[in-house]
């Protein structure tokens, strides 16, 4: 059963009686038949036993039920010795290599857009014909969420979102390499990290920067472009804004870039980074980890599992490096070890049960980019909630499966990826509430869950194992009643295991031709697209959407080759 508290939705198969399976192996008369059996039972050195009753509920005469399958190839089509196959995936509109040129040229554009968003000191945002959205004296390392002032008005800096984009930065390097020097990155990264330490001493609405009040005003959500405080009143706080802060430090610490020139910021190294901004963060969350806050999408206070599970990522990447400081930083003797009680608690609630807000499903995308942003690319960190997770994975197909059905605009996105938008119950339309949209960042983030799982299979080598827990969302891709049965396993490397590698990737690249379908033609991005129109609406130029998109397309590079070449087998 899925576990619904985390977004996806319950189900429980109804199966019909279970007919014990004989020791032996049942042949069709056929001799063909029994030749292509043995043949297989051969290859696999094992023998598939297949049950064929008369009645199940995928209904019809090739409807099967039994405990194990291994499948070693699929076939055209569903039949009684063979009942699985291949979903078809509509392929983009650009041939293969076409679309492959197209996400290349978006990441690009997309790396370009989000530049123009981080004020820096050399330029970085005038790089195209829309000119800074800075004015003059406004400090360095501002990232702003959008450049759109009115309907609706986005132009502050918000911690959460900085702190995503500036980490995307770090994650893709084959996507900005070729427009980002190393110098010019650490730059625009020092430059950030010494804005922050700015932001986070303001007090303000959520608290104080101070031992006595919990550091409390470090969750501060958002602030204006000027550097000061944002007085408005607004859902506070935020607790995942310091986490996600922590966790950009300290994978910008990781790096070992050596660091020179360092006469205009607050720090002179990564100890004292560590001491002004990390420890900081840090100390909020050991002391309000367990406080209720607004979500990531500012509607409702309680204890969320984006936050916790951020957090918990956070406290994961500092306990190694404080571990190996030398002294203490800060002279703290008591941090390290209350670290470690609070990641013992963190992990203790998000692998516990969970209540969704009331009058929601549960089903929410910030489930699977929780899982993203805890796992990236060649981390050692142990974090729970991998894309391979059953409940990830559940939660996506519940995802596809309610959008499909209440956004109009996907009855053209058929045989493939879709729409996605927050979450079903949405009712905010990008500038007020009437009905809710997809939105880029969520319809991009699935289609790079499905890059990460092809690239999680293809660096394990592990077979793919499909179970009663996560057969519907392997049905997205394969075809025939994987839920009559227990185990389905395609052996690692066989054709079946290829080519359902190779239609993941297809299945991917389905959702980010929704995203090319509905952005613009410079490939410029909203939060929105209308789910009538398929128009982008909301906040122009949104900073989140064009990072979601950079780290996907980075994923994308990653397994593109190896992917290409079982496609040609």
């Given at each position: 059963m899925v576990d619904h508290l985390i977004g996806a939705r319950t189900r429980r198969v109804v199966r019909p009686h279970r007919i014990r399976l004989p020791d032996t192996l049942e042949l069709?008369?056929?001799?063909?038949?029994?030749?292509?059996?043995?043949?297989?039972?051969?290859?696999?050195?094992?023998?598939?036993?297949?049950?064929?009753p008369k009645h199940s509920e995928c209904g019809g005469a090739n409807s099967f039920t039994s405990a194990n399958i291994t499948v070693a190839d699929f076939y055209p089509g569903v039949s009684e010795q063979y009942p699985l196959t291949l979903r078809h995936i509509n392929a983009p509109a650009p041939s293969p290599d076409k679309f492959s040129i197209w996400v290349s040229e978006e990441a690009s554009a997309s790396l370009r857009y989000m530049l123009r968003n981080i004020h820096t000191s050399f330029g970085n945002n005038k790089n195209d014909d829309s000119g800074s959205p800075f004015a003059p004296g406004t400090p360095y390392g501002v990232v702003i969420a959008s450049p759109s002032t009115v309907s609706p008005d986005y132009y502050y800096q918000w911690a959460r979102d900085g702190a995503i984009v500036i980490n995307s930065l770090l994650c893709a390097p084959s996507v900005t390499s070729g427009t980002v020097s190393n110098k010019d990155l650490t730059q625009i990264m020092l430059q950030y990290l010494n804005n922050s330490v700015t932001l986070q001493r303001l007090?303000?609405?959520?608290?104080?920067?101070?031992?006595?009040?919990?550091?409390?005003?470090?969750?501060?959500?958002?602030?204006?472009?000027?550097?000061?405080v944002f007085n408005g009143n607004w859902g506070r706080p935020q607790n995942d804004g310091p986490a996600l802060r922590a966790a950009a430090a300290l994978n910008f610490i990781s790096r070992g870039v050596?660091?020179?020139?360092?006469?205009?910021?607050?720090?002179?190294?990564t100890t004292e980074i560590l001491e002004t901004l990390v420890y900081y963060d840090l100390k909020f969350i050991v002391e309000n980890y367990s406080n209720e806050?607004?979500?990531?999408?500012?509607?409702?206070?309680?204890?969320?599992?984006?936050?916790?599970?951020?957090?918990?990522?956070?406290l994961q990447l500092a306990i190694p490096v404080w571990r190996a400081?030398?002294?203490?930083?800060?002279?703290?003797?008591?941090?390290?070890?209350?670290?470690?009680?609070?990641?013992?608690?963190?992990?203790e609630f998000v692998l516990g049960p969970q209540t969704p807000c009331k009058g929601r499903s549960g089903l929410d995308i910030a489930t699977v980019l929780a899982s993203i942003l805890s796992h990236p690319h060649d981390s050692n960190v142990s974090m729970p909630f991998d894309i391979d997770d059953t409940r990830i994975l559940g939660t996506l197909h519940g995802l596809i499966a309610e959008m499909k059905e209440i956004y109009p605009l996907n009855n053209q996105h058929v045989n493939g990826g879709v729409a996605i938008g927050r979450y079903p119950e949405?009712?905010?339309?990008?500038?007020?509430?009437?009905?809710?949209n997809p939105w880029f960042i969520s319809t991009i983030a699935a289609g790079n869950l499905m890059y990460k799982l092809v690239e999680k299979y293809m660096t394990s080598k592990n077979d793919i194992v499909i179970q009663t827990s996560n057969s519907p969302f392997w049905g997205l891709v394969i075809g025939g009643c994987l839920e009559q049965f227990d185990e389905v396993r395609l052996p690692y490397n066989s054709l079946s295991y290829n080519a359902t590698i190779a239609n993941l990737f297809n299945y991917g690249d389905s959702f980010l031709e929704v995203v090319r379908i509905h952005m613009d033609g410079k490939g410029s991005m909203s939060e929105q697209f209308n789910k009538y129109s398929g128009y982008m609406v909301g906040a122009r130029d949104l900073?989140?959407?064009?990072?979601?998109?950079?780290?996907?397309?980075?994923?994308?590079n990653r397994i593109e080759k190896n992917v290409s070449l079982i496609q040609a087998q």
């Open positions: 069709p008369p056929s001799p063909i038949g029994f030749l292509v059996i043995i043949a297989q039972a051969l290859m696999l050195s094992v023998l598939v036993k297949i049950v064929l007090d303000n609405r959520s608290g104080k920067f101070s031992s006595d009040d919990g550091y409390r005003g470090v969750a501060e959500p958002k602030y204006n472009v000027d550097g000061t050596e660091l020179t020139d360092m006469h205009s910021y607050v720090f002179c190294n806050c607004f979500d990531l999408w500012e509607e409702y206070s309680a204890r969320h599992f984006f936050t916790a599970q951020m957090q918990l990522y956070a400081q030398r002294f203490p930083p800060n002279n703290d003797t008591d941090l390290l070890q209350k670290m470690i009680t609070t990641r013992d608690a963190l992990l949405d009712i905010y339309d990008g500038v007020g509430t009437s009905e809710g900073t989140w959407s064009y990072s979601t998109f950079i780290e996907t397309a980075e994923t994308r």
